[in-house]
């Protein structure tokens, strides 16, 4: 059921390697995410070479406000046992804790100045929902056992959802 939830979603968004739509218009949107307290764990391919790193763990809280009022979700996506690493889009993960409303992302890149770029989704109904692209600057220091943790820095993470 998740795997054909998943393939809907991406189906719907066309998120995968597709150009970025045009910019909505102001009365587009249909609620506004904060996203806060956003976290990466990187193994390194080698001892010492950060620039080697693969993401294992992300995890951050999407807050905000719609027309039915506010909202609270963690989300999560971690590497499938047996792998080092989480799988990037289209691969979408879910967000647990809004049972009215599904929140998925998925998560496009990490730049080489360790700016994660996501895109979260909202199914409001089975084939129609809302969209947001949302980049996330943090600050990546070793974590032990040559790995390398990463914080969200600049303040909380503010973005409109469109359809």
Not at 46 to 64: C, E, Q
Not at 152 to 160: D, L
Request: charged share 15%.
């Amino acid at each position: 059921m998740q795997i054909a939830a998943a393939a809907a979603i991406a189906a719907l968004f066309g998120f995968a390697t597709a150009a970025p739509a045009p910019a909505p218009q102001a009365d587009d949107v249909r609620e506004t995410l904060t996203l806060s307290s956003f976290s990466a764990h990187k193994v390194l391919a080698a001892p010492r070479n950060s620039t080697a790193a693969t993401v294992d763990s992300i995890s951050y809280k999407l807050t905000g406000t719609r027309e039915e009022g506010g909202f609270g979700v963690a989300c999560t996506a971690e590497a499938a046992e047996g792998s080092s690493e989480i799988i990037y889009a289209p691969q979408i993960y879910n967000c647990n804790g809004d049972d009215d409303h599904d929140y998925y992302f998925s998560v496009v890149s990490v730049s080489d100045k360790d700016v994660f770029t996501l895109n979260v989704f909202r199914e409001v109904t089975f084939g129609w929902g809302y969209q947001a692209q949302i980049e996330v600057p943090t600050y990546c220091h070793a974590g032990g056992n040559d790995s390398v943790a990463c914080a969200q820095v600049g303040g909380n993470v503010e973005v409109p959802m469109h359809p």
